[in-house]
């Protein structure tokens, strides 16, 4: 018996046919753009602002326009007073300028929303915060424009994400942007204070003398001869009130790209002696 079919049949076979293709297509189209890196997903983007976003490490927080990084929830404005604005943990928001698939112009806030833009705008979403940090921090080795320097902070402020041995290979690379090895040498120091005071007992001490003291770490802080960033390395390891580490830490992490304060930096995030 010849079977036979109604063109009805034919469009009915035809139509399922190229949904199933259609759907074919649409996996295999998600799947390449899962595999893509967030790299990648970047320099294809068209010219225009690229958008994504990801967790904060916790302590971190802001209003879309301040940041901070205290873990108290507060805001400073600039180099005056602490503000009294609304301060939510995250996420991180990341804005590029970006033209013929290199990155422009790099902007970082915590919370808030978008703002508007009026050329084109790519958002890529969420990312996991380990890819978002990579990425910046690979970003901050490979420009040469004030981008590098711009990636560096919001890689330290992301979720679960040790940032400091990348900021140590960063600050020791001399093919590396001078202004952005600056600020790994300075974020270094923020999370190198962070560890070297980590477990110690507050001392507790008279504020003014303690003020006193301060002021003369940071008087030997000006002083640009070898034996004042000895003396600051001496008080950084081994000065038993630990604000005075602190301080001392910090203001070697101005000093710029000194071998000795690299070396320090390390064994102190490394667990040093």
């Known amino acids: 018996m010849m079977s036979h079919s109604t063109p009805g049949s034919r469009k009915l076979r035809l139509t399922v046919t190229g949904f199933a293709l ?6 295999l189209g998600a799947s390449e753009l ?16 690229v958008r994504f976003q990801y967790e904060a490490r916790p302590g971190v927080c802001g209003n879309g326009n301040w940041i901070s990084t205290d873990g108290e929830g507060r805001i400073r404005s600039g180099d005056s007073d602490d503000c009294d604005c609304a301060c939510e943990e995250g996420p991180v928001r990341i804005e590029m300028q970006v033209e013929d698939g290199v990155v422009r112009d790099l902007d970082a806030d ?23 940090a990579d990425y910046l921090l690979n970003l901050a080795e490979s420009s040469q424009t004030g981008v590098a320097e711009d990636a560096i902070f919001p890689a330290t402020i992301a979720r679960g994400v040790e940032a400091w041995p990348r900021l140590l290979q960063i600050a020791r690379n001399d093919e590396v942007r001078s202004k952005a090895r600056r600020q790994a040498v300075f974020w270094l120091g923020q999370e190198a204070s962070e ?13 003014d003398e303690l003020e006193v003291r301060e002021s003369a770490v940071f008087a030997l802080s000006q002083r640009r001869e070898d034996a004042a960033v000895d003396a600051l390395i001496r008080i950084a390891r081994d000065h038993e009130e630990p604000e005075l580490r602190k301080t001392a830490i910090f203001w070697l992490g101005q000093r710029g790209e000194d071998p000795r304060v690299l070396d320090l930096f390390e064994e102190l995030l490394a667990g040093g002696p």
């Open 195 to 207: 560890s070297a005071t980590e477990g110690l007992e507050s001392i507790i001490q008279d504020e």
């Open 110 to 132: 915590v919370g808030g929303s978008w703002g508007t833009r009026s050329g084109r705008v790519t958002d890529l979403g969420e990312m996991s915060p380990t890819e978002a």
């Open 34 to 49: 899962l595999g893509q890196t967030l790299a990648s997903r970047v320099s294809a983007a068209p010219d225009g602002y």
């Open 22 to 27: 259609t759907a074919a297509f649409l996996v």
